[in-house]
């Protein structure tokens, strides 16, 4: 191969390099050390027994149950809420630009920073929430949102849709602004209504980017971490404990191999769950 066909690969050379260093030695790293007793010095290989270990936790189930719970809940509502406000905001009227970047502005806010804010918002005492509800009347309502056993993982999940719905917003946005202007002039002729305009032309015209955004959002939910650890930290008992919550606190706890042995089984959950999902949506995609 000659120095001028070959100049092109040489620019994937330094992201390769980075790619290697920061995830194929570290992927293959812990995939060694999840089946050894690992102390962050020394490792004595044990086999299964982490995994063994992981299965047989008595929380188990309701870390995963969290972790399915935390996912249905935020993918739906986000991906919802996106899809309305791409709708409504896709629409020229004055200062739309404006409202449009006061939707995205919590995407680029650090997850724990947002944690943080609303764990303030929601105190029991002294947030604005309760302070409001009880300014208003609503004393019935008012509730320890982050450290009652019932509500509080809805109470983050709550977080979490506030936080991404903008960026559902900005991706389905830009697949209703790809849509020729042609297709409402002709259903507008026919007489279509703003729904049938919507369910036969809008609707079917953006699900590459409502599958692409609804598969980001299972993903996401099933890795979660930060919100519920700036929120609730897994509490109050394990009421928000979700997996990588559990990790990162065997970790702190001196079972790195175990927690090791974790990670890789939320990998294998992920994919699990991604793979026959994309198929399946991309299947519908080709239908439509």
Same mark, same amino acid.
């Given at each position: 191969?000659?120095?001028?066909?070959?100049?092109?690969?040489?620019?994937?050379?330094?992201?390769?390099?980075?790619?290697?260093?920061?995830? @194929?030695?570290?992927?293959?790293?812990?995939?060694?050390?999840?089946?050894t007793?690992?102390?962050?010095?020394?490792a004595?290989?044990?086999?299964?027994e982490?995994?063994?270990?992981?299965?047989?936790?008595?929380?188990?189930?309701?870390?995963?149950?969290?972790?399915?719970?935390?996912?249905?809940?935020?993918? %739906? #509502?986000? =991906?919802?809420?996106?899809?309305?406000?791409? =709708?409504?905001?896709?629409?020229?009227?004055?200062?739309?630009?404006y =409202?449009?970047?006061?939707?995205?502005?919590?995407?680029?806010?650090?997850? @724990?920073?947002?944690? !943080?804010?609303?764990?303030?918002?929601?105190?029991?005492?002294?947030?604005?929430?309760? *302070?409001?509800?009880?300014? %208003?009347?609503?004393?019935?309502?008012?509730?320890?949102?982050?450290?009652?056993?019932? @509500?509080?993982?809805?109470?983050?999940?709550?977080?979490?849709?506030?936080?991404?719905?903008?960026?559902? *917003?900005?991706?389905? !946005?830009?697949?209703?602004q790809?849509?020729?202007?042609?297709?409402?002039?002709?259903?507008?002729?026919?007489?279509?209504?703003?729904?049938?305009?919507?369910?036969? %032309?809008?609707?079917?015209?953006?699900?590459?980017? #409502?599958?692409?955004?609804?598969?980001?959002?299972?993903i996401?939910?099933?890795?979660?971490?930060?919100? @519920?650890?700036?929120?609730?930290?897994?509490?109050?008992?394990?009421?928000?404990?979700?997996?990588?919550?559990?990790?990162?606190?065997?970790?702190?706890?001196?079972?790195?191999?175990?927690?090791?042995?974790?990670?890789?089984?939320?990998?294998?959950?992920?994919?699990?769950?991604?793979?026959?999902?994309?198929?399946? !949506?991309?299947?519908?995609?080709?239908?439509?």
């Amino acid at each position: 191969m000659s120095k001028q066909k070959l100049y092109p690969y040489t620019m994937l050379v330094p992201g390769l390099l980075l790619f290697t260093v920061f995830f @194929i030695i570290p992927t293959f790293q812990g995939m060694y050390y999840s089946f050894t007793a690992w102390d962050g010095f020394t490792a004595r290989w044990v086999g299964m027994e982490n995994f063994q270990s992981f299965f047989m936790q008595s929380e188990l189930t309701k870390i995963v149950k969290n972790t399915i719970l935390f996912t249905i809940v935020t993918s %739906i #509502f986000k =991906v919802l809420f996106g899809l309305i406000l791409a =709708v409504l905001l896709s629409r020229k009227w004055t200062a739309v630009g404006y =409202v449009q970047t006061i939707f995205y502005a919590p995407v680029i806010l650090s997850n @724990i920073a947002v944690g !943080l804010i609303f764990v303030s918002l929601l105190h029991p005492e002294t947030g604005i929430v309760n *302070m409001t509800l009880r300014g %208003i009347g609503l004393e019935n309502l008012v509730r320890d949102w982050l450290h009652d056993r019932t @509500i509080a993982l809805y109470s983050a999940s709550a977080v979490e849709i506030w936080k991404w719905s903008g960026f559902n *917003m900005i991706i389905l !946005l830009a697949g209703i602004q790809t849509i020729s202007g042609s297709y409402y002039e002709a259903a507008n002729i026919d007489g279509a209504t703003a729904w049938q305009k919507f369910i036969h %032309i809008t609707f079917p015209l953006i699900m590459p980017a #409502f599958n692409n955004i609804l598969l980001l959002n299972l993903i996401g939910g099933l890795k979660v971490f930060d919100i @519920i650890f700036a929120t609730t930290g897994g509490g109050p008992g394990t009421a928000t404990e979700v997996i990588n919550t559990w990790i990162y606190k065997s970790y702190g706890s001196g079972f790195l191999g175990e927690a090791s042995a974790g990670g890789f089984i939320l990998a294998f959950m992920v994919a699990l769950v991604a793979v026959p999902t994309f198929s399946l !949506l991309r299947r519908r995609e080709v239908e439509l």
